[in-house]
């Protein structure tokens, strides 16, 4: 990440163009942004530091399907990665901005043990409610 900021250009296929006013900001654009974090993502010890806690989010536009984005990163070598985004459309407007993203580091350990519990204790679970007969 060199000097603690990255400068990327970020577009959506043309496969996908038409479909990025349903977002307010697509996901793929999202994901496309976010891996300039990729260089910064393993920490000196050799982990993985993923996404934690994001704060002052602010959505300026709604439909891009191009973006210019602007990463600023926070020391490195710390155990915790901090990092802002600035994102524009495709003329300079602004489309979001990210006060704080915060990575921490995944230890192996705690890998091994969701791994070991076969996604059982999942914030997620499919709970099915009958509903009413309609006729």
């Known amino acids: 990440l060199g000097e603690?900021?990255?400068?990327?250009?970020?577009?959506l296929p043309e496969a996908l163009r038409a479909e990025a006013g349903r977002y307010l900001l697509h996901p793929a654009l999202l994901d496309a942004a976010l891996?300039?974090?990729?260089?910064?993502?393993?920490?000196?010890?050799?982990r993985a530091r993923l996404p934690f806690a994001w704060s002052g989010v602010t959505l300026h536009a709604v439909g891009a399907a191009s973006l210019r984005v602007r990463l600023t990163?926070?020391?490195q070598e710390a155990e915790t990665l901090e990092a802002s985004l600035t994102v524009a459309d495709g003329t300079g407007a602004p489309v979001a901005t990210v006060d704080g993203l915060t990575l921490r580091p995944l230890s192996r350990e705690a890998l091994r043990g969701a791994a070991a519990a076969g996604g059982r204790d999942g914030l997620f679970a499919v709970r099915w409610k009958a509903l009413a007969d309609a006729g």
């Open 73 to 75: 990163v926070s020391d």
């Open 4 to 11: 603690g900021e990255v400068f990327a250009e970020v577009a």
């Open 35 to 46: 891996h300039t974090l990729l260089p910064g993502v393993v920490d000196v010890a050799g």
